[in-house]
């Protein structure tokens, strides 16, 4: 059982900026990849960032020098800082986590419940 929580989205101007958090939790051996997903009004899921659990990072060619992700093994969470937000990012965000389940020799992919992001232009 793996449980991922989102936070942090909400009504933001132009220009402005937001940081999305998503902490997973439960019976948790390891995560290797995690990454965040959006999907914004009559559109499809698209990757927006992901990262390793070495730190490696990439990104879709939109949010390149405005978005940043991280994370915290530590605490089992994963950050996308959004800065300099344009309204064509307003998007419903989705965190999701490739996860090793204590007990099992497999890696599954969670997801979060989804974080309403919008941008007024």
């Known amino acids: 059982q793996v449980q991922l929580v989102e936070s942090g989205g909400g009504l933001v101007q132009a220009g402005g900026s937001l940081r999305l958090s998503c902490a997973a939790s439960?019976?948790?051996?390891?995560?290797?990849?995690m990454g965040w997903y959006r999907q914004g009004p009559g559109k499809q899921r698209e990757l927006v960032a992901s990262?390793?659990?070495?730190?490696?990072?990439n990104y879709v060619d939109s949010v390149k020098g405005r978005f940043t992700i991280s994370r915290d093994n530590a605490k089992n969470t994963v950050y996308l800082q959004m800065n300099s937000l344009k309204p064509e990012d307003t998007a419903v965000y989705y965190c999701?986590?490739?996860?090793?389940?204590?007990?099992?020799?497999?890696?599954?992919?969670?997801w979060g419940q989804g974080t309403q992001v919008t941008v007024s232009s």
């Open positions: 999701n986590a490739d996860v090793v389940v204590a007990g099992s020799l497999y890696r599954q992919s969670y």
């Open positions: 439960g019976r948790i051996f390891g995560i290797n990849a």
């Open positions: 990262i390793t659990s070495g730190g490696s990072t």
